[in-house]
């Protein structure tokens, strides 16, 4: 394949925990030199994870993206900056840190009462986060307390913890689909959702950028779980990690990289491969 010129916009849209985050610790150490390159080459990072926009915050500021757009829960929840509104549309004082939240999937509320009535419809066993005690949720995620309790501020997107047959889950699954919901998998966790994913995020925001600066922006997406299909199809080129889990993830991207290695150390392997050659690095501080 023949390079990308350099000066082409490009956007990063990438999962989090175990892709640009270490599965078990949470570190993105091996990370840290790509991330400093992108931003030297004006390429912005996007998160697209099932975390909540409430543990966003704070690790936004952690790796330096506070400025960029995130797409939280799956897709349930879009988070803009000032620099992605819309003038007329988005605009809001009150938004919170200047953000204008979107969220174009249903409410937690409707979703807890739906998934409610499935589970006495059809006498399946699961547990959803808003029923998990948070040392639950600390000893299933290896969070620590405040993270966890961060973890259960749910807006669009209910993970589950599946105690039944895989027989009742194929039932479970099609009644869902049938209620105007769907299931998606992820690395830890079934998540239950609105008919909507981290693909339908991912033009959006595309949609957004090309609407705002008048062009299409190359995209790179990165994603080590079945939840992440839909990312890894939505972009350009595509990095698939090699997950901490058991769960079979097949693209038909037509431009596709299998890291080797897991977590952020595949993470910048993959930034290697597809642009290694094409954005050059910061010149080291003496």
């Given at each position: 394949m023949s390079p990308v010129s350099p000066s082409l916009?490009?956007?990063?849209?990438?999962?989090?925990?175990?892709t640009?985050?270490?599965h078990d610790n949470y570190g993105w150490k091996p990370a840290a030199p790509w991330?400093?390159?992108l931003h030297h080459a004006g390429v912005l990072v996007i998160p697209v994870t099932s975390k909540t926009r409430a543990e966003l915050m704070p690790l936004r500021r952690?790796?330096?993206?506070?400025d960029i757009p995130f797409i939280a829960e799956?897709?349930?929840v879009i988070g803009l900056p000032p620099a992605w509104q819309h003038a007329r549309l988005d605009r809001n004082p009150n938004f919170v840190d200047g953000l204008a939240i979107k969220?174009?999937?249903?409410d937690i509320g409707f979703l807890r009462t739906r998934l409610g009535?499935?589970?006495e419809r059809l006498g399946v066993r699961f547990r959803g986060m808003g029923e998990l005690g948070i040392d639950e949720i600390m000893s299933l995620t290896g969070l620590p307390e405040p993270q966890a309790r961060l973890a259960r501020v749910r807006e669009g997107c209910e993970p589950l913890i599946w105690d039944d047959s895989e027989a009742a889950l194929v039932d479970f699954r099609q009644a869902l689909e049938a209620d105007g919901l769907c299931l998606l998998r992820g690395g830890?966790?079934?998540?239950?959702m609105g008919q909507l994913d981290k693909g339908d995020g991912v033009r959006w925001l595309v949609e957004r950028y090309q609407a705002l600066r008048g062009h299409r922006p190359l995209t790179l997406g990165l994603g080590d779980g079945p939840n992440d299909v839909p990312l890894l199809e939505a972009v350009d080129r595509a990095v698939l990690i090699p997950g901490r889990h058991d769960h079979s993830v097949r693209l038909t991207n037509a431009h596709q990289y299998h890291a080797r290695h897991p977590g952020p150390s595949g993470w910048a392997e993959g930034l290697d491969y597809w642009w290694g050659k094409e954005l050059t690095a910061p010149a080291k501080e003496s």
């Open positions: 916009p490009r956007l990063v849209f990438t999962d989090l925990d175990g640009l985050l270490d991330l400093k390159r952690e790796l330096g993206l506070q799956n897709g349930a969220t174009p999937g249903i009535v499935m589970r830890r966790f079934w998540h239950a």
